[in-house]
């Protein structure tokens, strides 16, 4: 077969002689030279000097991150077969998890590199299938990938969101849609359903692919620690995950912050789909920033408060200003809760790891004087799995945090 080689630099042998596993990403530093005249795409084999086959991966040009490895066997080539079979293990293996969640109907299907399938995302939505297509390689494979993924799978409609800054590195434009099934009418009320609550989903406009469905056990754990009549703030709430189990769990109070007015529309509305009582609800829209100030200078108190931020780290390049915001709106929060409240805290930022996390924490709680309890450790489900040769993929981390 004629496939482009990229020839590494070094050579990627132990003292041993034997190959580590290899972190999936290739960076354009580490490629020596190429055989041959790849396209945006393509697959090469990536080889040693001396023209011994590492693996097989799909070469993105414009990105700093040239090759992500596909199969590490020379037998096996990435064509269709090969990637219809990695599809049917990585569904296979949220079978029983969803079977077993039967109060649930979503669930994510494939987790890019952690299912050795770098740069696809696929959440399933009832029998709606919600893609992401990260690298250019992934992006020339949609039609395959969704018809393959609709016979697995037995759903009905593949969409894609492509909507997303990770993209634009990869020199490829905004693309969203139906890719293959039958398509969803425009004013389709679709529901998750997560442990016994509902939730509807913007299939076309919301934010990532719909729904943050990678908080469903923290949400269920964080509405165990609410005390009925309690003060609750959900701050960062998007469409009101966390802020819905506080009303089920019989808060006096819940308060929704969100800076995107569409989403606590929708917050609002599930508030009424799960019968709760909207009278004891506060929307607010706003910068979580400002108003938790405003909170402050107001003298307003909460006896939970729940904060789950977008990534403010992306990379370990923006740290040092990610540290500082969350820093912020921590301390800010520890400053509004009553003794002995609570405070459940996450970071989705795969830049910042859990140890940082909790040292961020500690700088917060020494700048707000408040003594504070770690009383549980938040991490993220079994359909998101953390692959160990690939570091990047363990990116949501919280903690659950008596504030005395
Ligand atoms: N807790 C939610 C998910 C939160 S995602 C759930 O369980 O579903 C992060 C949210 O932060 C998004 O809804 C986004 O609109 C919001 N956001 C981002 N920056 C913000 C800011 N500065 N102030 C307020 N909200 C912000």
């Known amino acids: 077969m004629n496939t482009p080689s990229a020839i590494l630099d070094r050579t990627l042998l132990k003292k041993d002689g034997s190959r580590p596993v290899l972190h999936p990403w290739i960076y354009a530093s580490a490629v020596q030279s190429l055989n041959g005249n790849p396209a945006a795409g393509d697959i090469v084999a990536v080889r040693e000097p001396n023209g011994a086959f590492i693996a097989f991966g799909h070469y993105s040009p414009h990105s700093r991150i040239r090759i992500r490895l596909l199969s590490g066997k020379e037998s096996e080539f990435p064509d269709s077969k090969w990637f219809f079979s990695k599809l049917e293990t ?126 469903r056990h923290n949400r269920r754990t964080v509405s165990e620690f609410i005390n009925s009549g309690a003060d609750v703030l959900d701050c960062f709430s998007y469409t009101g995950g966390f802020g819905i189990y506080a009303a089920k769990a019989g808060a006096g109070s819940v308060t929704l912050l969100d800076e995107s007015e569409s989403a606590l529309a929708i917050a609002r509305k599930n508030m009424a789909l799960n019968n709760l009582d909207s009278s004891k609800a506060e929307f607010i829209a706003g910068d979580a920033f400002s108003v938790l100030r405003e909170f402050r200078d107001r003298g307003r108190q909460f006896d939970f408060i729940i904060l789950d931020p977008p990534k403010f780290a992306p990379t370990k390049a923006t740290l040092p200003r990610a540290e500082r915001a969350y820093k912020d709106v921590n301390l800010l929060a520890m400053k509004l809760l009553r003794k002995g409240g609570m405070l459940a805290t996450f970071s989705c930022s795969s830049g910042m790891d859990r140890e940082n996390f909790r040292k961020v924490l500690q700088w917060a709680s020494g700048d707000a004087g408040r003594d504070v309890q770690i009383i549980w450790n938040f991490s993220q489900p079994p359909d998101h799995p953390v692959r160990l040769n690939f570091p990047e993929s363990e990116y949501l981390k919280g903690f659950l945090c008596r504030v005395l």
Do not use: W
């Open 90 to 215: 990585s569904f296979g293996l949220r079978k029983s998890y969803l079977e077993k969640n039967a109060s649930s109907n979503s669930c994510r299907l494939v987790f890019g590199e952690s299912d050795g399938l770098p740069g696809l995302v696929i959440d399933r939505y009832g029998s709606i299938l919600v893609a992401q297509f990260l690298t250019c390689g992934m992006d020339r494979l949609k039609e395959m990938i969704a018809t393959a993924a609709l016979e697995i799978s037995g759903a009905t409609a593949f969409y894609e969101r492509g909507d997303c800054e990770i993209r634009k590195l990869e020199g490829l434009g905004d693309s969203s849609g139906l890719i293959a099934g039958k398509p969803v009418p425009d004013d389709v009320d679709f529901h998750v359903a997560e442990n016994g609550l509902l939730f509807h989903m913007d299939l076309f406009k919301g934010q990532k692919t719909g729904f943050f469905l990678d908080q």
